[in-house]
């Protein structure tokens, strides 16, 4: 009686480690930090070589989501530095238009400054908006409900967020988690994440503008949806050029103040803006070198607060390590 009673305690002392082991083992996968890989070399052949460092194929009908950089503006990424990149994927440009005044806020304007900037004598090029919005869903419901896209997004199989690193009037720092955002917004969406869920309305939305730090938890939940909804088939490059205190969206840009620092890219959107914005917090200024105006713009705007956000809702982790891929670090 007495050995049976022992070997049923036993019994169960193993299956109770046994059931313990899958969850202790996925605390540790998710306390590892996330993988952000870096060049200093700012050229095709470097966005090239970077994506490939990442091991992830982009595979099938692949959108490569930039920013088309407002009329006026110079400091976008040019159709000559992602040409490479873009070739080798076999990709298609996408963007939507803007909710706000200016050459991209209509179709016809849009396509005229694409033209302009040179994009589509290169590369195929969508405007994901121009046949209409579509709802995808939206985890945290906080504030948006859902997250209103361009309707030629559900066209792909993949994405690559390839976004421009700078500062931002509204946002205080423009990286993949906005590109993500309120770039593959259409412009009703753009409205919706602007004033929080309040309207998707543009020409309304500029009277509702959210309190910052809703803006910047609506931000965090459309990256989100759109990350869910190419289930992981994502990934998310960094360029740190020509780092303005504003916008690709600008039509008339301060003039950079912060010397390039390189290409950064990551599986995971929030590592990869947070070891960005470390960067340019931890960078030591010089001559002709000054970070102090972008970190005066994103902290004015409490831009890092998306990363903490996005990290609270689970699109990403803030804990990364840096491989040099100049030194195979």
């Not at 939940?221 to 504003?246: E, L, T």
Request: with cysteine; charged share 25%.
């Amino acid at each position: 009686m007495k050995k049976s009673i022992l070997l049923s305690a036993l019994t169960l002392l193993v299956c109770l480690y046994a059931c313990a082991q899958p969850k202790v083992q996925a605390e540790e996968q998710q306390n590892e930090p996330s993988k952000v890989y870096f060049t200093k070399e700012i050229s095709p052949e470097s966005l090239l070589k970077i994506y490939k460092a990442l091991g992830v194929e982009a595979k099938g009908r692949v959108a490569v989501k930039i920013s088309t950089g407002e009329a006026g503006n110079n400091n976008y990424l040019k159709p000559t530095l992602i040409r490479k990149l873009v070739e080798d994927v076999k990709g298609t440009i996408v963007e939507c238009n803007t909710a706000y005044a200016g050459m991209r806020n209509t179709f016809e304007a849009h396509w005229q400054t694409i033209h302009d900037h040179g994009f589509d004598s290169i590369f195929t090029v969508v405007l994901m908006d121009e046949k209409g919005d579509m709802k995808i869903p939206v985890k945290d419901q906080s504030h948006i409900k859902y997250d209103i896209v361009g309707k030629d997004l559900a066209n792909y199989d993949f994405m690559i967020n390839l976004a421009h690193f700078k500062g931002h009037a509204m946002g205080g720092f423009g990286g993949v988690l906005k590109n993500q955002s309120i770039g593959v917004a259409s412009s009703a969406g753009k409205a919706y994440i602007h004033s929080a869920g309040v309207t998707d309305d543009p020409e309304e939305c500029w009277g509702k503008i959210a309190e910052q730090d809703d803006f910047l938890e609506s931000m965090a939940s459309a990256a989100q949806a759109v990350a869910d909804y190419f289930k992981g088939n994502i990934i998310y490059i960094n360029v740190m050029n020509n780092m303005s205190v504003d916008c690709d969206c600008d039509g008339h840009p301060a003039e950079p103040m912060l010397k390039d620092m390189g290409i950064l890219a990551s599986t995971d959107p929030v590592a990869l803006d947070q070891a960005c914005l470390d960067k340019v917090f931890t960078h030591t200024s010089a001559e002709g070198d000054d970070e102090k105006p972008l970190i005066e713009r994103i902290n004015r705007q409490h831009g890092t607060y998306i990363t903490d956000y996005a990290e609270k809702i689970g699109l990403g982790s803030k804990n990364y390590t840096i491989i040099d891929i100049d030194n195979n670090n």
